[in-house]
Structures are given as C-alpha cells and as structure tokens.
C-alpha cells in the first residue's frame, strides 16, 4: 500500500532578502568567503542618471557639425582566421606534449616488464633448484 506525501511547508520566506544576504548564501554554498561587501545599487536611479547623461550629450548648447572619419573596417573573417590559428598552435603544443608523456610513459612500461622478466626467471630458476 503507497503512502501518499504532502509537503506542507512554505516554499518562499515571508520576508525578502537582500541581494547582499543572497550572494552571502550563495557564497556560503560554495565554502566561500566574499572579501568586501558589494553595494546595493539602485537600479532605477542609475538608469534614470544615464538617460539624463545621453540627453545632455544629444542636446549640446553648441552645434557642432561632425567631421566624417572613415573608421577601419573590422574583418571579422581575418580575425577569426587568427583565432582559429592561434587555438590550432595551442593543440598542436598540447598534442606535442602528450606525445612525449606517452613515449616516457612506454619506456617506463618497457623498464618494468624487462623488471618483470628477470623476477620470472629469478623464480623460475628458484623453482629448478
């Protein structure tokens, strides 16, 4: 016969929490200590700040008209074509020192089965006498 389960609990807390006490649990979950103590920001009261800024740039007292400056172009494809060869370089690298960790590890393998071959005939010599 099954039981049936009810959760009675609450799920969320009554009170809300701040940001800081939440990064603090987080931290907590982590086994970390956070060094400083960040802030509490404002949301609103930046984003309001920041929209006043950009309409104080827009609208400046004197008119002044650009000078049109062709900038360079960014070639996305040449810059990824580095990117690409600079990650084939690192693996290259990579592969090159695992082959050698390979190689030192066969001569090891090699070295103990030679190991491995005299104490067989040691016991095998043993056994004779």
């Known amino acids: 016969m099954t039981k049936t389960w009810n959760f009675d609990q609450p799920l969320d807390e009554k009170t809300p929490t701040s940001s800081t006490e939440e990064r603090a649990k ?3 979950l982590f086994h970390q200590t956070e ?7 404002d949301y609103v009261s930046a984003f309001k700040m920041e929209q006043q800024r950009a309409k104080e740039k827009a609208d400046p007292k004197e008119k002044e008209t650009p000078i049109p400056v062709k900038a360079p172009a960014p070639n ?18 990579d592969i090159a020192q695992s082959q050698k960790k390979i190689e030192e590890l066969h001569q090891l393998i090699d070295e103990k089965n030679k190991h491995t071959n005299k104490l067989q005939a040691i016991s095998a010599a043993i056994d004779d006498l």
């Open 76 to 93: 996305i494809t040449n810059d990824y074509k580095q990117h690409l060869a600079q990650i084939i370089a690192q693996n290259n690298d």
């Open 35 to 41: 060094a400083t103590p960040t802030e509490e920001v």
């Open 26 to 28: 987080i931290a907590a």
